[in-house]
């Protein structure tokens, strides 16, 4: 296997006869032993502390959004790293959203990012939000 990892509570693996994922931003997949707990987090988004968006800017809002998972899983004693799995959302996709969102996995992630789905959507919950993950974390 290549690109393995071992992580606070789970392994992050891609078999050698698929495609490297990590440019892209993912992991193929990941493993959490038995007896790990699970943190699910919500779909977080670009908000501001009172809940409104932080800018009309994509990029932004996928920053802001990375932040806000990392302060969801700060509640139960975990980072980033803990992520096993992410869905993300984006309004309106197309290959010119890829960039950002990748440079923002790969400044928090490096080259061992979590497993991930990615969803071309036309709208979120309010009409300025962009882009909205949800999470499922790996507690040790």
């Not at 392994?11 to 997949?29: E, I, K, M, Q």
């Not at 987090?41 to 009309?56: K, L």
Request: charged share 10%; aromatic share 8%.
């Amino acid at each position: 296997m290549t690109n393995t990892k071992p992580h606070p509570a789970h392994t992050l693996l891609n078999p050698p006869a698929l495609h490297d994922p990590v440019r892209f931003g993912y992991s193929h997949t990941a493993a959490v032993p038995a007896g790990t707990g699970l943190v699910f987090v919500s779909g977080q988004y670009g908000s501001a502390p009172d809940g409104s968006v932080v800018s009309p800017d994509f990029a932004a809002q996928v920053n802001q959004t990375f932040a806000n998972l990392a302060t969801a899983l700060t509640a139960h004693g975990l980072d980033l790293s803990h992520v096993v799995s992410f869905r993300a959302y984006v309004v309106d996709h197309d290959v010119t959203k890829l960039g950002p969102l990748a440079e923002a996995i790969a400044q928090h992630w490096g080259t061992t990012p979590p497993t991930q789905t990615l969803l071309g959507i036309t709208s979120l919950a309010m009409p300025d939000m962009l882009f909205e993950v949800e999470a499922i974390a790996a507690h040790p």
